[in-house]
């Protein structure tokens, strides 16, 4: 199983909106609406940010949002902010019945 | 707070095994599945494998069929990864992570060194 394609990097002003992709295929990402994200700060365990292609579990910020269409799921950050800057992955459900990370993001604030 | 409280760094040889711990607490125990997730130095996150601890059924990833095994142990709300045959590649942080689709709550991280 293939790592999910995620971009390596992303940024944008604070204030600034931007997007995260996460591309796999009709075996993972298109097939099932069990795609997750995570948040990893240097040092420290992920953080679930995004279950279920779009439910942000209590204590998220509402300005993480994420959607999907087709094989590629996204994760948004509005209003980016300094303390967003931090490594994002994607995860899948697959038809392996097993699960795969994405390839990882890193997210800086100009 | 529900928690996973990770066993201590480990130091190995090449061709050893390793056997982490993650002790659930303040939760029942058998609700969630428990996944396993490795970082290697510098490296992305990656899958190895979870544990139904109702049934003890597991899924391992491809890569780490035959070297991998997840067990539990109801008594003590423990959940246990053991990799085998260790190759320097196998030097990373192993996490144990709970839930089904999505991990809501992650240990902290056990390093395993794999050194001569």
């Known amino acids: 199983q293939s790592a999910l394609t995620q971009p390596a990097s992303v940024s944008g002003s604070p204030g600034q909106s931007i997007t995260i992709s996460c591309t796999g295929t009709?075996?993972?990402?298109?097939?099932?609406?069990?795609v997750s994200w995570y948040q990893q700060e240097p040092g420290k365990a992920p953080k679930l940010m995004i279950s279920e292609v779009s439910i942000r579990p209590s204590g998220v910020s509402h300005r993480f949002s994420g959607s999907k269409s087709g094989n590629t799921a996204s994760l948004t950050i509005s209003g980016l902010q300094a303390e967003d800057e931090a490594d994002y992955y994607c995860c899948s459900y697959t038809s392996s019945n097993t699960y795969v990370f994405g390839t990882g993001t890193k997210v800086t604030v100009l | 707070q529900v928690q996973l409280v990770q066993s201590g760094a480990e130091v190995k040889k090449p061709g050893a095994s390793v056997k982490v711990s993650c002790k659930a607490s303040r939760y029942t125990f058998t609700i969630n599945y428990m996944h396993w997730v490795r970082q290697a130095p510098g490296q992305g996150l990656e899958w190895m494998g979870l544990i139904n601890p109702n049934t003890g059924n597991t899924k391992y990833a491809q890569k780490f069929q035959g070297r991998v095994t997840m067990t539990t142990d109801t008594s003590t709300s423990t959940f246990y990864m053991d990799l085998s045959s260790l190759r320097y590649e196998d030097t990373a942080v192993y996490y144990c992570a709970r839930g089904a689709d999505a991990s809501d709550i992650w240990g902290l991280g056990t390093v395993v060194s794999v050194s001569p």
């Open positions: 009709s075996s993972d990402v298109g097939g099932y609406n069990y």
